[in-house]
């Protein structure tokens, strides 16, 4: 807690690595195997997390680049601001972005739901690919321009040309962006 750094690195095996109040110029990477990773108001330029079975959750993420990855096990996203890829083989995805946030987004997930809370007042672009039970919940002033028997859509939210995008990729579960108030 309350650290900062050039580079910050954190592995562990099992149980539960939580930390907050860090600030790295470059870099902070998160590691386990079977554990869960619980984080809050981390702050950097490249961010990588990962954990083979457990829950990664990060209330107050700000960084340039985003690499976050489970097997089997929840993402649970607060008040995120940046971009990179979030992805689940097994297990929900729910995140929230920050107000005044720019980001390129892309979130996948093999098997379970995927959902997306924007705040009003925030444009973006967005492109959904589902497999088996396509998406479920968009914002009312979403404007669609591009599907594919609804296993792909195309589409944005404000300015057509935003250069926010969110990118979602799921085989079996519910995808859902919904703005939040």
């Known amino acids: 807690s309350n650290t900062s750094a050039n580079v910050f690195h954190v592995n562990g095996h099992s149980g539960i690595l939580s930390s907050n109040d860090v600030d790295a110029k470059e870099e902070i990477s998160y590691h386990t195997v079977s554990g869960n990773i619980e984080l809050e108001n981390i702050k950097t330029k490249n961010f990588f997390g990962d954990t083979k079975s457990g ?7 700000t960084s340039e680049n985003i690499d976050l990855v ?4 929840l993402i649970l996203l607060n008040n995120l601001n940046g971009s990179g890829s979030v992805k689940s083989d097994v297990g929900k ?8 946030s720019k980001f390129n987004l892309s979130i996948q997930s093999k098997v379970g739901n995927i959902a997306v809370n924007v705040l009003p007042a925030v444009f973006f672009k967005f492109k959904i690919n589902t497999k088996k039970i396509g998406p479920t919940d968009f914002p ?3 404007i669609i321009y591009g599907n ?9 939210v404000g300015k057509e040309d935003s250069t926010n995008l969110i990118d979602i990729s799921s085989k079996v579960g519910k995808v859902s962006i919904k703005i939040s108030n």
Do not use: P
């Not at 489970?70 to 096990?73: F, K, P």
């Not at 995805?93 to 005044?100: D, F, P, Q, R, V």
């Not at 594919?148 to 944005?156: H, M, P, V």
């Open 55 to 61: 829950k990664i959750v990060v209330n107050e993420l």
């Open 140 to 142: 009312l002033d979403a």
């Open 70 to 73: 489970t097997d089997t096990g």
């Open 148 to 156: 594919d028997d609804y296993d792909k859509i195309e589409g944005y």
């Open 93 to 100: 995805i729910n995140l929230s972005l920050a107000e005044k």
